[in-house]
């Protein structure tokens, strides 16, 4: 219990910090800030991350882990395939949904090590999941077999970062889930065999 109570302020912090960062980058955000706003003092701060790089590398693998869980639970699930997918690919659209350019930026230019740790996380994680599970769905009928698997990854991934992003979504009146559910029908009514898109649409609802 005495350990849990030490490492709250950390899970605060790091819950806190997440917040930010997604939303508006971390260049310009100090510890200092953070500690004012969390009601922490300064020492308790730097006892837990002696520098902003560290508390952005915890902030960015606290993420990826708990992504990943998401990922593998759902991939694991004993759910029909389609239905699968499209919880993996919504999962994907809420996270993109939260990542600002400003956050990208901030990694690629100020931390080009861990960058490279998410830009593998996002290939090896999420990616290669979203190829897998279209390779089942076709093996099951349910995707059209004249569809490109990587065409259709890359259509996925680069309508959400285009659209489903703060700094778009602040511009037009449409909401991030308005821009999920037509880049889901575009896709997948594109994609789909006739059989898969009449039982898409019968768990549509649970999923946008």
Known sequence: MQLLEEQEPKVRIVSHAEERFLRAGFNKVTLDELSSELGISKKTMYKFFPSKEDLVRTVIRTLMKRVER???????????VIQRLAELMLLVGKLFGRVSRAFQLDIQRFTPQLWKEVDKFRNEK????????????KREGKFRSDVNDEVVVMMFISSVQSIVNPEVLSQHSFSPKDAMYTIFHVIFEGSLTDQARREFLQYEISIT
């Open 126 to 137: 999420i990616l290669s999941r979203i190829a897998e599970m279209i390779k089942e769905a």
């Open 70 to 80: 998401n990922v593998v639970t759902i991939a694991e699930s004993d759910k029909p």
